[in-house]
Structure formats: C-alpha cells, structure tokens
Nanobody, 122 residues
Framework: VQLQASGGGLVQAGGSMRLSCEVYERAFTGIFGWFRQAPGKEREFVVIQSWNGRRTRYADSVRGRFTISRDNAKNTVYLQMNSLKPEDTAVYYC?????????????????WGQGTLVTVSS
C-alpha cells in the first residue's frame, strides 16, 4: 500500500486546513490513520478509522475540531482541521495497516506516507 499525503502549510491560529492522503491500493480494507509529530515530541495518533468508516477514534486533543473523511471514488482520505491552535504544529503523517484493530500506537502501522508540515502561527 502506498500513501501520498499533501496539503500542509502555514495557517494562523483559529484557521482551517485540509490534508489529503491518496491510497494507492484499491483493495485495501484495513485501518487508516493520521498521526503527527511535533518538534521534540513523540509521534502521536490524531485519528484512526476502519476502512469502511464504521469505527473512528479521535485523540482527545483534536476531537470536535478535526474530522476524517474519505472519497472512495478517488481513494483519498482527508483530515479537515478547524480551529487550529499553535500546539497543532507538527509534521502530519497518514498511515495504514492491514488488520482490524484501531491501534493508537504508531508502531503497529506498516504503511506510511511522507509527512506534511502544518505550522500554526499564534
């Protein structure tokens, strides 16, 4: 499974941004997630979802502000980020694994897209 992330950049606090991750595997049916890594910090999960969309888990820090969605026709998963805060500044990664458990530990994810930097200015 190949993943291609895009959409990062600079935004002011309170603003919005949408990240995209194209999944180059039409037969994929596992778990998909967005993770992030801020400078000097460990990678953390942002949101994870089953490929059918029926199970979703958000990190407490983003719940109510971030939304995961997908366009199956384009095999693309999106992360809509609203009410951004400076503490959301990080490199964001899309990731996937072939199983069915909504792991929050990034070590369980085998497939990774390249990171895209999101910078939120205060």
């Amino acid at each position: 499974v190949q993943l291609q992330a895009s959409g990062g950049g600079l935004v002011q606090a309170g603003g919005s941004m949408r990240l995209s991750c194209e999944v180059y595997e039409r037969a994929f049916t596992g778990i998909f997630g967005w993770f992030r890594q801020a400078p000097g910090k460990e990678r953390e999960f942002v949101v994870i979802q089953s490929w059918n969309g029926r199970r979703t888990r958000y990190a407490d820090s983003v719940r109510g502000r971030f939304t995961i969605s997908r366009d199956n026709a384009k095999n693309t998963v999106y992360l809509q980020m609203n009410s951004l805060k400076p503490e959301d500044t990080a490199v964001y990664y899309c990731a996937a694994w072939d199983g069915s458990i909504l792991y929050t530990n990034s070590d369980e994810y085998f497939y990774w897209g390249q990171g895209t930097l999101v910078t939120v200015s205060s």
